[in-house]
T-cell receptor, first 114, second 114 residues
Framework: DAGITQSPRHKVTETGTPVTLRCHQT?????MYWYRQDPGHGLRLIHY???????DKGEVSDGYSVSRSKTEDFLLTLESATSSQTSVYFC?????????????FGNGTRLTVT | AQTVTQSQPEMSVQEAETVTLSCTYD???????LFWYKQPPSRQMILVIR??????QNATENRFSVNFQKAAKSFSLKISDSQLGDAAMYFC???????????FGGGTRLMVKP
């Protein structure tokens, strides 16, 4: 158990509303990631963080922002949700940040934008 | 950019039989890491096995083994003595030695018949 908690587990929201997903880790690992999972696409990286206030974009970052004010929390915000952002969102951590270190994932948040 | 392709959207295997899931990737790099993840219906992402590109020997973890063909850019997963609990989505993933991003294939759904 990598000590990752995602909240909420499920959320339904309306188009145009802001949404924030939270990822919390208990072990002070430096590297944290947000992925989205869609059928046929596997998981795609949205944003990642390599430390407090240090973040960078992934391959599908448009429409998303992140913040990391504490080591243990990594927030993903959809400023104005759209139906194309209906997806399952996964937070992940890397114990070392080294390329050979696998990612450990939370249980995901299923977001539905109506 | 690296791409990962899983050409088999679905596979099925009889319990106790052996099945091989295919994965190919495209990269110009020589040093990288490859992973297989399992996602059961619970949605949890579970690391199955990993392979370092500089190692010629194929990785093995109990009933799971890989056939890594670096020149062909192929990384298949063999599951021996299949069990009902092996039924899941399986994702192949690539990580560059120089990058932070884990790139996933689209996944293969494995069904195990009793």
């Amino acid at each position: 158990d990598a000590g990752i908690t995602q909240s909420p587990r499920h959320k339904v929201t309306e188009t145009g509303t802001p949404v924030t997903l939270r990822c919390h880790q208990t072990e002070n690992h430096r590297y944290m990631y947000w992925y989205r999972q869609d059928p046929g696409h596997g998981l795609r990286l949205i944003h990642y963080s390599y430390g407090v206030k240090d973040t960078d974009k992934g391959e599908v970052s448009d429409g998303y922002s992140v913040s990391r004010s504490k080591t243990e929390d990594f927030l993903l915000t959809l400023e104005s949700a759209t139906s194309s952002q209906t997806s399952v969102y996964f937070c992940a951590i890397s114990f070392t940040g080294q390329p050979n270190s696998p990612l450990h994932f939370g249980n995901g948040t299923r977001l539905t934008v109506t | 950019a690296q791409t990962v392709t899983q050409s088999q959207p679905e596979m099925s295997v009889q319990e106790a039989e052996t099945v091989t899931l295919s994965c190919t990737y495209d990269t110009s790099e020589s040093d990288y890491y490859l992973f297989w993840y399992k996602q059961p219906p619970s949605r949890q992402m579970i690391l199955v096995i990993r392979q370092e590109a500089y190692k010629q020997q194929n990785a093995t973890e109990n009933r799971f083994s890989v056939n890594f063909q670096k020149a062909a850019k192929s990384f298949s997963l063999k599951i021996s003595d299949s069990q009902l609990g092996d039924a899941a989505m399986y994702f192949c993933a690539y990580r560059s030695n120089a990058g932070n991003m884990l790139t996933f294939g689209g996944g293969t759904r494995l069904m195990v018949k009793p």
